[in-house]
C-alpha cells in the first residue's frame, strides 16, 4: 500500500510559477512510475507528466518546455516545477503511482488556480 500527499498548490498570476511535491509512504518507492494528472472543471482527468522508475520522462504537448518532472528515490518524493503558468493550467493536480497492473495509487489533489 502507498499513501501519496501532495503539496505546493495555490493561487498564481499568469505567467507565474509553482512547484508541486507528492511525499509517498510506503515501500519500493523506486520500482514505481509516478505521474503527475489535472482535472479541470467539467473536464476528464489528464496526464500532464510521468516519470518512469527508470527515469525516463513524458509529457502533455500543452506542457512541453514548461513543466519539468523529477524525483528522489531517497525522499520518497516526486515533484513538478511549473513555470510560465497559463489560465489553461488551472485545475486540481493528482499524483500517481503505478506498478504494474495491481499497484495503482492516487494522492487526494491539489489547487493550482492561474488568474490575474
Known amino acids: 500500500q502507498v499513501q501519496l500527499v501532495e503539496s505546493g498548490g495555490g493561487l498564481v498570476q499568469p505567467g507565474g510559477s509553482l512547484r508541486l511535491s507528492c511525499a509517498a509512504s510506503?515501500?519500493?518507492?523506486?520500482?514505481?512510475?509516478m505521474g503527475w494528472y489535472r482535472q479541470a472543471p467539467g473536464k476528464e482527468r489528464e496526464l500532464v507528466a510521468l516519470?518512469?522508475?527508470?527515469?525516463?520522462?513524458n509529457y502533455a504537448d500543452s506542457v512541453k518546455g514548461r513543466f519539468t518532472i523529477s524525483r528522489t528515490n531517497a525522499e520518497n518524493t516526486v515533484y513538478l516545477q511549473m513555470s510560465s503558468l497559463e489560465p489553461e493550467d488551472t485545475a486540481v493536480y493528482y499524483c500517481?503511482?503505478?506498478?504494474?497492473?495491481?499497484?495503482?495509487?492516487w494522492g487526494q489533489g491539489t489547487q493550482v488556480t492561474v488568474s490575474s
Open positions: 500517481n503511482a503505478k506498478w504494474g497492473v495491481r499497484r495503482n495509487y
Open positions: 516519470i518512469t522508475s527508470s527515469g525516463n520522462t
Open positions: 510506503g515501500s519500493f518507492f523506486s520500482m514505481y512510475d
